[in-house]
């Protein structure tokens, strides 16, 4: 059996992406930006040679438009259902009737995660059922399920959650210890959601550049120097 990543992806379509950065950058400005965290992260991930890369996308019909810009690496499914956590259900559904056996899924608001916490995920659902990168805001950067066990962890851990708030990861925790499924975290990382996240991911890419690290998001870092040029 192999393995996957799932990135959720929404079409950059302006004031439909990134509008918490709104009015700091404008509505092209976000969705550039947006769609430069998509490709950066889409092209990271891609690079791991024995795990499948998986693109969620919304809305229907919007795939052509995603493959225009991220390319055909991935197998593109559509985002099912009214909510996310009917959505990340599907998604988990549909990996697992394709034959996954272990189940990574991220979003693309952290385009600086490590590649190496995506093997430590896969590597981890090895003896947990669930594994989790909690993020800074409350809510997390990454979640992984094994199939062994799959079918008492669904939907439990995605039903009744506060979407888009603070206690995401909260009650995500909750609801696996009800179950009592085995759980492990990964480091910490960020999410970029507002003018406050996108200060911080400037300052980090700044100082990987002054420490001589890599920066693995390249395009990225290129439209924040720009907006950085046209803003003085």
């Known amino acids: 059996m192999r393995n996957c990543v799932i990135v959720f992806a929404k079409n950059p379509i302006p004031n439909h992406v990134k509008t918490r950065l709104i009015p700091r950058l404008s509505a092209a400005q976000a969705t550039a930006l ?34 225009a810009i991220i ?11 009214d909510g996310l956590g009917q959505r990340l259900t599907s ?60 079918t008492a962890v669904l939907p439990t851990i995605y039903e009744g959650i506060a979407w888009s708030t603070k206690h995401v990861f909260q009650q995500t925790v909750e609801r696996i210890h009800k179950i009592n499924a085995k759980l492990k975290l990964l480091p910490v990382w960020y999410d970029v959601d507002t003018p406050e996240d996108l200060d911080f991911l400037q300052a980090h890419l700044s100082a990987l550049r002054l420490a001589g690290d890599r920066v693995q998001a390249v395009r990225t870092e290129k439209i924040l120097l720009k907006l950085s040029k046209e803003k003085s």
């Open 91 to 150: 998604a988990t559904h549909w990996a697992s009737e394709n034959g996954y056996k272990k189940i990574i899924i991220t979003g693309s608001d952290s385009p600086t995660v490590p590649l190496v916490y995506i093997s430590q995920a896969v590597e981890a659902l090895d003896t947990c059922d669930v594994v989790i990168g909690p993020s800074v805001d409350g809510g997390y950067y990454l979640i992984g399920l094994s199939n062994q066990n799959l």
């Open 71 to 81: 390319g055909d690496a991935g197998t593109y499914i559509p985002q099912i259902g």
């Open 34 to 67: 947006y769609r430069a965290f998509l490709t950066d992260w889409c092209e990271t991930l891609s690079k791991l040679s024995t795990i499948d890369l998986i693109i969620a996308y919304t809305p229907e019909g919007s795939q052509p438009d995603l493959q």
